[in-house]
């Protein structure tokens, strides 16, 4: 048989006070005027019956349930922007809330259905979340709903969350430099669709422009750019064999992602070409195959667990205003080193 749920009034029975003494104490109430010895009376009562509060009747007296909203497409089913979550769980769980993850898949039907599920429960707030990084659709809300967007961005709603790719794309060509990389540089991964299109990514033409504008300020210019539609692996295996096949001054090559990376790997081996001895490498993102490459891949990683944390930061103080840009750490590995000769 279902047992009751335990009540504020059970406890300040068990206590032998008044449900108004038991609610003060158990919600840390300063100053209840109330003794120690009351105080561990009702502590010992809630621990001997398990109590646990009411969340759903607090929000109704509070206007808070302590509860986010966190809507993704699809974060929860890869790893590549699992960080994402992770950083909103710890926040969250810092600031004694609880986050209803909901995943769509980007199916229109099922945002709205989630959107829906989470306004039900009358949450806090809403944070959306993008795995790629991109201009997110966001449907009309209550205008007392709080909202941070995460690695993505809305036009209406302007708190948003990124990665600092415009600093993290500066510091791609100073850790080059850095291993007197000043000539032979090829670019892999140019693309100026992506570059354009918020829809497809609201980070890269300015990760393109941080590049850029690193290597204007020397008097730099790259040896080549290889313009790629699709930043994976095979893609990045074809540009760099084509790429060699004209060239042969190219002594480092800077991927627009790791997944390009891996297919240079791949064709500078075919190649007959070391890393980093005859062509250094970096990429971005600090993907899981990063790791794995021999030599491991020096990248300018994503710093999604700290984007996490402070997206949730941002919507429980009600920030409001200009995004919020995080920086990219350089994860330096032994790709890159000076170049021979």
Not at 56 to 68: E, M, Q, S, V, W
Not at 132 to 148: G, H, I
Not at 310 to 324: I, Q, Y
Request: contains cysteine; glycine residues 8%; aromatic residues 4%.
């Amino acid at each position: 048989m279902a047992r009751n749920r335990v009540t504020l009034a059970d406890v300040a029975r068990e206590a032998g006070l008044s449900i108004t003494a038991a609610s003060m104490i158990l919600n840390g109430r300063p100053e209840t005027g109330l003794s120690k010895e009351s105080h561990d009376r009702v502590f010992a009562a809630a621990e001997a019956l398990h109590y646990r509060p009411n969340v759903a009747a607090r929000g109704l007296r509070t206007d808070k349930t302590r509860t986010i909203g966190f809507i993704s497409d699809e974060i929860a089913t890869t790893r590549y922007a699992g960080g994402l979550i992770k950083g909103a769980l710890e926040a969250a769980e810092e600031a004694r809330h609880v986050i209803l993850l909901l995943e769509t898949g980007g199916d229109p039907r099922r945002e709205a259905e989630a959107i829906g599920a989470v306004l039900d429960r009358q949450v806090d707030g809403i944070i959306f979340a993008t795995m790629r990084s991109r201009e997110f659709f966001v449907p009309e809300l209550p205008t007392s709903t709080s909202v941070v967007m995460l690695n993505a961005t809305n036009s209406h709603h302007p708190v948003s969350v990124l990665p600092d790719e415009f600093a993290g794309g500066r510091a791609a060509i100073e850790l080059l430099l850095d291993h007197g990389h000043s000539a032979g540089i090829a670019l892999i991964g140019q693309n100026d669709e992506v570059e354009r299109d918020r829809f497809r990514s609201a980070t890269v033409e300015a990760r393109v422009a941080g590049i850029r504008g690193a290597m204007r300020e020397r008097g730099l210019t790259f040896v080549a750019e290889e313009s790629i539609p699709v930043w994976e692996p095979e893609h990045g295996y074809r540009a760099v064999h084509e790429l060699f096949a004209r060239r042969h001054d190219v002594r480092a090559l800077l991927c627009l992602n790791d997944r390009l990376a891996f297919g240079a790997y791949q064709a500078l081996a075919e190649l007959g070409l070391s890393v980093p001895g005859d062509v250094s490498v970096v990429g971005f993102d600090n993907d899981e195959v990063a790791s794995y490459l021999r030599p491991e891949l020096s990248t300018i990683a994503l710093p999604h667990e700290e984007m996490g944390r402070r997206a949730v930061k941002l919507l429980l103080e009600g920030a409001s205003g200009e995004p919020v840009l995080v920086p990219m750490p350089v994860v330096s590995r032994s790709s890159v080193e000076p170049p021979r000769g």
